[in-house]
Structures are given as structure tokens and as C-alpha cells.
């Protein structure tokens, strides 16, 4: 009896510790996101003063795309950008078709199936 108490509060003690740890874990990447997205604001903020600039004549295209490259590069490492390249075919809408979705056509036939499969079964009986 003492060894399944022992058992069990050992097994209890690394629970607690393994669900300390997770959320240290969470922590930490919840603390890595909130500084990415504080990046990413400043570089919206960034973004958007040199289109005002660029509406007003301040600022030639090619300025321009010299400031976004600048960003791009400037961004840290991982962090993805708002901004999209200029110059590539990823600026552009995909051509690929969407898939369409089903919906619940998959349930209502299989329930038809298994209705007509128990009916089946029950004139056979």
C-alpha cells in the first residue's frame, strides 16, 4: 500500500513538473510572438508613411522600392513580413483553382447508406 502512495505522488510530483514546464514553454513562445507582431506594426507604420510620402511626390518608385528592400532585409531573423515583393509573381493573385468544399453531403449520404443497409437486414430477417 506505502509503495503505490510513493508511486503515486511520485507520478503526481513529475505532472506538476511537466505542466510547469509547459507553460513556461507557452510563455516563452507567446513572448516571441508579441515581439514579432511588435515588429511587424513597426514596419506597417514604416510602410505606411512612405505611401503617404509616395502619394504627395516625396518619394520616387524607386526610392521606394529601395526603402522596402531596406526593411526586408532589416527585419529579424524568422519574422515574416507584410510586405510582399514588388517585382514577383507572388505579388500576384494564384491562379491554382480552389478545392470545393463539401459540406455535409458526405454525412447525409452515408446516413442514407445506413439506413438502406438496415433496411436490408431487416427484410432479410
Not at 7 to 24: D, F, G, I, P, V
Request: positive net charge.
Amino acid at each position: 500500500m506505502e509503495d503505490s502512495d510513493s508511486k503515486s505522488k511520485q507520478s503526481a510530483k513529475e505532472c506538476r513538473k511537466r505542466k510547469k514546464l509547459r507553460y513556461q514553454t507557452l510563455e516563452a513562445i507567446a513572448q516571441r510572438e508579441e515581439a514579432a507582431i511588435a515588429v511587424l506594426y513597426q514596419e506597417l507604420e514604416q510602410m505606411k508613411l512612405l505611401f503617404e510620402q509616395l502619394d504627395r511626390g516625396e518619394v520616387t518608385l524607386a526610392e521606394a522600392h529601395l526603402r522596402v528592400t531596406h526593411l526586408r532585409r532589416k527585419a529579424p531573423p524568422g519574422a515574416k513580413s507584410f510586405v510582399a515583393p514588388l517585382d514577383s509573381e507572388a505579388a500576384q493573385p494564384s491562379k491554382k483553382p480552389q478545392a470545393r468544399h463539401r459540406g455535409s453531403v458526405g454525412r447525409h449520404r452515408n446516413a442514407a447508406d445506413i439506413r438502406t443497409r438496415q433496411s436490408v437486414r431487416m427484410r432479410q430477417l
